[in-house]
């Protein structure tokens, strides 16, 4: 089972989080995570063609995707969306800002739009939010409280080595297991 994570990340740190989710696929046995960076040149358009689920990554900037990002999806409407190559392949989404909020969930509903105009079948996250309580803490998982997918959040002063945190990244790999086992669920029998 392959599963491909397209992603864009500026400085690093969406980066680390698709290398995060990339680990969670791996957790889950026949599994395969193939990392495709946006900005790494051509894009392997069979392998997505091949994959059973798809998964998206950007930066938020000011509220929105990546302008990468937002190329690869105009991109693909001549490479997939015309003839449906998507339709029924699972997909999910992540994102990373500074800010604790940062107007992530823009970024989360235009991920979540494109894989419906894809014919996808979105996958979001089925955790409560964490760090929601007077127990909980910057180390609960999904400390951001998102259900339509991951948001991470790196300081700005931090490299892509400190940040983002650990729940972070276990957040993002829950995600990339949950995609696995979501569309092992899909394979023929």
Known sequence: MLISIVYDSGYGHTARAAEAVAAGIREVQGAEAKLIAVADGPIDWEALEKSDAVIFGSPTYNGMISARLKQFFEDSTKAAWSEQKWRNKIAAGFTNSGA?????????????LFAAQHGMIWVGLDMMP????????????????????????????????????????????YLGRRVAETARRFQPA
Do not use: E, F, Y
């Open 100 to 112: 604790q909020h940062g107007d992530k969930l823009n970024s989360l509903v235009s991920m979540a």
């Open 130 to 173: 964490g760090n929601s309580s007077s127990t909980g803490s910057a180390d609960d998982l999904n400390r951001l409280g998102s259900w339509l997918g991951v948001m991470t959040q790196s300081n700005t002063d931090q490299a892509a080595d400190i940040a983002p945190i650990n729940s972070d990244l276990a957040t993002a790999a």
